[in-house]
């Protein structure tokens, strides 16, 4: 293959993973996006080898600057484009290496194991979680998302990783290197089959009931005035009218409004007295100050009382003055148990997961998204729900309502509004926890991968010095 070609190789890449990483990712690309690059970089000059996936990885933004722009301006955009173009340059270099110096079968790994261990790290380290991740783009391929439930959001990219690989090896005329990832791959599918398929249908129908759901969001109303009550009375007259309609869950966004102090207590009256008389629960975020301390606090309302939640994870440079929450929180709902997370702390599986590990069957979720990644930061929550095992409820401020269940089938779900918008929903659903492996041992599959990778990087140096290339 000539240079030019090498580049055209590297440019489509490069568009195809632009697509996969945006924010309405068309899966099937997903599969296909890395081949050309791979095949190119094979043949390719150690320099090249980088460049190539350098300039693929740097193209892979494009389809999401203009959200990285007006989330956080140019600098983080630049460190984002930076920081995609290095990683994936590094793995095309390894991938070029392991091609050339290492067995055929050791080869076709490198490139799988190496996404997945990149995955695990970013998710690891990243003040963003998960956020990013090649996964989601795979969300509408329910088959696919289910090897989630045994390792997480790694293993969704090792299987389309090994697959891509597997290809490019072929091209190579090396099939029976492509044997074991082919092998994988179909196991991983039929896996998510029987799972989503079979499984989920073959549940007891003694689980099942009935349960009334109500999800309320407003766009427009001002969540930091100096007069909270029209916003807060317009909320509860919504949850009211909700109540009366038979909804016994009822979950409305993150901060809808901005309590001083003392204010909470008289705020929560109301709702405290519909959830008496309804045997309902009502989930509510809003800002609580107190004193020089501010909290993202979501309050969680019942017959018996008020619990509050403070917000874990939160927006770097939007979120700075809120003191993050350290405990989880359930109660029972119904005879089921329910959890309560707020927004962005779902793009953290490791807060998931200590949920999931607690026997969570429901997880209550007030958000509040920037508009146009609504409809895939509602899938990302989802996600969480496949790795540990619950059903989701999430009620998003400029964003998607959604209910979803642990398999990863989204059961309802409406936009947000200009008003408040509401999604009721009395679905006969089983809402009880599936217990997952990942929920067991957590991320030990994409650091075992992150692991393997290094070994494979090993061989190739050692493979390569031996073989008088130097380093």
Not at 221 to 246: M, Q
């Amino acid at each position: 293959m000539l240079t030019l070609g090498r580049i055209v190789a590297a440019l489509l890449s490069g568009a195809l993973l632009a697509q996969s990483y945006g924010l309405h990712p068309f899966w099937p690309l997903a599969w296909i996006a890395p081949i050309p690059l791979l095949i190119a970089v094979m043949g390719a000059t150690r320099l090249g080898a980088f460049l190539y996936g350098a300039l693929a990885g740097a193209l892979s933004t494009a389809l999401m600057a203009s959200y990285f722009l007006d989330l956080g301006g140019l600098a983080p955009t630049a460190i984002i484009t930076l920081m995609k173009a290095l990683i994936w340059g590094a793995i095309a270099f390894a991938v070029r290496g392991g091609a050339r110096h290492l067995p055929s079968w050791a080869a076709v790994l490198v490139f799988p194991t190496l996404m997945a261990g990149v995955e695990a790290l970013i998710a690891a380290t990243s003040p963003h979680g998960s956020a990013g991740s090649l996964a989601y783009s795979q969300i509408d391929f329910l088959p696919a998302i289910q090897v989630a439930s045994l390792g997480g959001a790694p293993a969704i990219v090792f299987v389309l990783s090994a697959f891509a690989s597997a290809v490019a090896f072929l091209t190579g005329k090396r099939a029976i290197a492509a044997a074991a990832p082919v092998v994988i791959v179909a196991a991983a599918i039929g896996f998510g089959f029987t799972r989503h398929l079979i499984d989920a249908r073959d549940e007891p129908l003694l689980e099942a009931r009935e349960i009334g759901i109500a999800l309320l969001a407003g766009d427009d109303l001002a969540f930091d005035a100096a007069d909270w009550r029209p916003t807060w009375e317009g909320y509860v007259n919504e949850v009211s009218r909700a109540a009366d309609d038979g909804a016994r869950i009822i979950v409305l966004p993150e901060k809808i409004v901005t309590l001083g102090e003392g204010q909470a207590q008289s705020a929560l009256d109301d709702l405290a007295a519909i959830a008496r008389q309804h045997h309902a629960t009502i989930v509510v975020g809003a800002v609580e100050r107190q004193g020089d301390v501010s909290f993202n606090r979501a309050y969680f309302v019942t017959a018996e009382g008020v619990r509050t939640y403070d917000k874990h994870h939160m927006i770097p440079g939007l979120e700075s003055e809120f003191t993050p929450g350290t405990a989880t929180l359930f109660t029972d709902v119904d005879g089921l148990r329910a959890g309560v997370v707020i927004c962005k702390d779902m793009d953290f599986p490791a807060l998931s997961r200590r949920y999931g590990e607690q026997g969570a069957d429901l997880l209550l979720v007030p958000a509040w998204d920037f508009g146009v990644d609504g409809w895939l930061h509602s899938r990302m929550a989802v996600l969480r729900g496949v790795e540990s095992g619950f059903t989701l409820i999430r009620s998003a401020r400029e964003g998607v309502m959604t209910i979803s269940d642990p398999y990863g089938q989204v059961l309802a779900e409406a936009p947000s509004g200009s008003d408040i918008a509401s999604l009721t929903d009395r679905s006969i659903i089983q809402p009880r926890h599936v217990p997952t492996l990942y929920t067991r041992i957590g991320d030990a599959f994409g650091w075992f991968c992150a692991a393997l990778a290094l070994v494979l990087i090993g061989w190739t140096i050692l493979a390569r010095r031996r073989a008088g290339q130097g380093a």
